[in-house]
């Protein structure tokens, strides 16, 4: 591939990040079948954020201990399937040399740790009784998460889409 050249001069400019030996090795390596076991585990726990945040909200409009109950389930179930699909995705970035070279990547690492640590704390506090958790900041923290959620989903969809990682080769 041709390098670009500094204007008026002959010298070429080097990425040394896109010099590195496998910078071009993007494919998942934590598959089934050539599927990435990360993109296929994400879909739970950002469903369950969302579900966590319509039963606080039904909770807070029909003061039915069910919604409380519900909103205790769906927190601890995206905690739980969250740090599932943050082993995957982590094994993915140590392991892939293409993933592990691009600051995208670490970005999205940053960005769903600190999702992780929001769930946790989403149902962490709901432990000491669900139904007092809920009004205000279960709740809140239910909004919060499914903010943070959308922004880490949107996120990983632009590594795929725009990096092409997990996919095949790199840019
Ligand atoms: C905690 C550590 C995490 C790391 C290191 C990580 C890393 C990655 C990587 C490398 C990709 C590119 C595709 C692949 O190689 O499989 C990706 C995609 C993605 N990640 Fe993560 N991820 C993490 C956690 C999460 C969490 C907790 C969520 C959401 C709950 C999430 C949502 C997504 C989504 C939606 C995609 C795009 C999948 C697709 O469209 O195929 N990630 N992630």
């Not at 905690?79 to 943050?86: D, E, H, N, R, S």
Request: proline share 4%; charged share 10%.
């Amino acid at each position: 591939m041709a390098k670009p050249n500094i204007e008026g001069s002959d010298e070429q400019l080097i990425d040394p990040v896109a010099e590195q030996p496998g910078y071009n090795e993007t494919e998942s390596h934590i598959a089934i079948l050539g599927h990435p076991i990360h993109a296929m585990s994400v879909a739970f726990p950002i469903a369950l954020t969302f579900c966590a945040f319509g039963a606080d909200i039904l909770y807070w409009w029909t003061g039915d201990g069910f919604w409380a109950r519900a909103a205790l389930w769906s927190s601890g179930t995206a905690f739980l399937f969250g740090m599932l699909a943050g082993f995957s995705g982590t094994a993915e970035l140590l392991f892939v040399s293409g993933i592990r070279a691009r600051a995208p990547a670490w970005t999205h690492f940053i960005i769903a740790v600190t999702l992780l640590a929001l769930l946790g704390a989403n149902w962490g506090y709901r432990l000491y009784g669900y139904e007092a958790a809920v009004l205000p900041y279960g709740i809140l923290m239910s909004a919060l998460s499914v903010a943070v959620v959308s922004f880490t989903g949107w996120h990983g969809g632009k590594l795929v889409f725009d990096y092409r990682l997990g996919t095949s080769k790199g840019n």
